[in-house]
């Protein structure tokens, strides 16, 4: 196994892809994990932090659905699942490359 820094930024990363593309965020950065979680130190940590807080965003989003349909609220989750989707890989790229495993806030454990 490799120490790669770099390349756990780029994925942290990776997530922004949405911003460009429209879609990815969560596809890119699970490629990325599966096909390096061998071959890179601490790559499979922080790929699992990726995958499970790119899941919950989009359990989150379908829980907003309904709350835009019963009272509005559902515009106020999706700003705030927004911005969430945004600062957090930003942040957590930051922390990964002084060598940090960060942790995502309000992730489900879907992959232990």
Same mark, same amino acid.
């Given at each position: 196994?490799?120490?790669? $820094?770099? =390349?756990?930024?780029i994925?942290?990363l990776?997530?922004?892809?949405t911003?460009?593309?429209?879609?990815?965020?969560?596809i890119?950065? =699970?490629? /990325?994990?599966?096909?390096? $979680?061998e071959?890179?130190?601490?790559?499979?940590q922080?790929?699992?932090n990726?995958?499970?807080?790119?899941?919950?965003?989009?359990?989150?989003? /379908?829980i907003c659905?309904?709350l /835009?349909? /019963?009272?509005?609220?559902?515009?106020?989750? *999706?700003?705030?699942?927004? =911005? *969430?989707?945004?600062? *957090?890989?930003?942040?957590n790229a930051? $922390?990964?490359?002084?060598?940090e495993?960060p $942790?995502?806030?309000?992730?489900f454990?879907?992959i232990?």
């Amino acid at each position: 196994m490799r120490e790669d $820094k770099q =390349l756990i930024v780029i994925t942290h990363l990776s997530q922004l892809v949405t911003l460009v593309l429209g879609f990815g965020s969560l596809i890119l950065p =699970l490629i /990325i994990w599966i096909t390096q $979680k061998e071959k890179v130190y601490e790559m499979e940590q922080h790929g699992k932090n990726i995958i499970n807080f790119q899941l919950s965003l989009i359990v989150y989003c /379908i829980i907003c659905v309904p709350l /835009i349909l /019963i009272c509005g609220l559902g515009f106020i989750g *999706f700003l705030v699942l927004g =911005l *969430f989707s945004i600062v *957090f890989p930003v942040i957590n790229a930051i $922390k990964a490359s002084n060598g940090e495993t960060p $942790k995502y806030p309000l992730s489900f454990n879907f992959i232990s």
